[in-house]
T-cell receptor, first 114, second 111 residues
Framework: AAGVIQSPRHLIKEKRETATLKCYPIPRHDTVYWYQQGPGQDPQFLISFYEKMQSDKGSIPDRFSAQQFSDYHSELNMSSLELGDSALYFC?????????????FGEGSWLTVV | GIQVEQSPPDLILQEGANSTLRCNFSDSVNNLQWFHQNPWGQLINLFYIPSGTKQNGRLSATTVATERYSLLYISSSQTTDSGVYFCAVEQNSGGYQKVTFGTGTKLQVIP
């Protein structure tokens, strides 16, 4: 069965550069979530989208933005990168977020800021 | 927000030993997942278990939703079981689903 696809899997950027991560949800899933996991930390919720509208917001820095497109894929844009942004970024998807369907996670994108 | 605490935070086992990992949560949830995060960072889903007991090989899990806890049992541990184990709870928040991860248990299985 198709899973949540994230790209790129690995990314190296310099400080103050911009990075974009992409997420392709499971087909027919209408909700996308983004999580950030720093070294030795548990994943922290950043932001979610339902039917292309932002549905919830967590600890996402103002330098980050995200959107969900008409084909339901999502992109996380990170600007003015800092060393502390180095982390594993997970995307997850679900169907009909409001009625409690199971959430599935992608394999993650490693971002290293040097 | 909901608090999700796991215990123990760290665990070292001799290969072949059994262990129990615990996940406590502070509010009612719609679903609960157990993950194994491997050394490459991948979150491998072990169980979706909002309530009851499930078993998969050497692993089993029990969630008692009314008492707000879940247990993950690992029997006859192997070195490949090493990694971090997370529980993650799903709630309906403001009409949308939200997942909150626990603090994790770092397991090391030694030969």
């Amino acid at each position: 069965a198709a899973g949540v696809i994230q790209s790129p899997r690995h990314l190296i950027k310099e400080k103050r550069e911009t990075a974009t991560l992409k997420c392709y949800p499971i087909p027919r899933h209408d909700t996308v979530y983004w999580y950030q996991q720093g070294p030795g930390q548990d994943p922290q919720f950043l932001i979610s989208f339902y039917e292309k509208m932002q549905s919830d917001k967590g600890s996402i820095p103002d330098r980050f933005s995200a959107q969900q497109f008409s084909d339901y894929h999502s992109e996380l844009n990170m600007s003015s990168l800092e060393l502390g942004d180095s982390a594993l970024y997970f995307c997850a998807s679900s169907l009909n977020s409001a009625i409690g369907n199971t959430i599935y996670f992608g394999e993650g994108s490693w971002l290293t800021v040097v | 927000g909901i608090q999700v605490e796991q215990s123990p935070p760290d665990l070292i086992l001799q290969e072949g030993a059994n262990s129990t990992l615990r996940c406590n949560f502070s509010d009612s949830v719609n679903n609960l997942q157990w993950f194994h995060q491997n050394p490459w960072g991948q979150l491998i889903n072990l169980f979706y278990i909002p309530s009851g007991t499930k078993q998969n090989g050497r692993l089993s899990a029990t969630t008692v939703a009314t008492e707000r806890y879940s247990l993950l049992y690992i029997s006859s541990s192997q070195t490949t079981d090493s990694g971090v184990y997370f529980c993650a709870v799903e709630q309906n928040s403001g009409g949308y689903q939200k997942v909150t991860f626990g603090t994790g248990t770092k397991l090391q299985v030694i030969p």
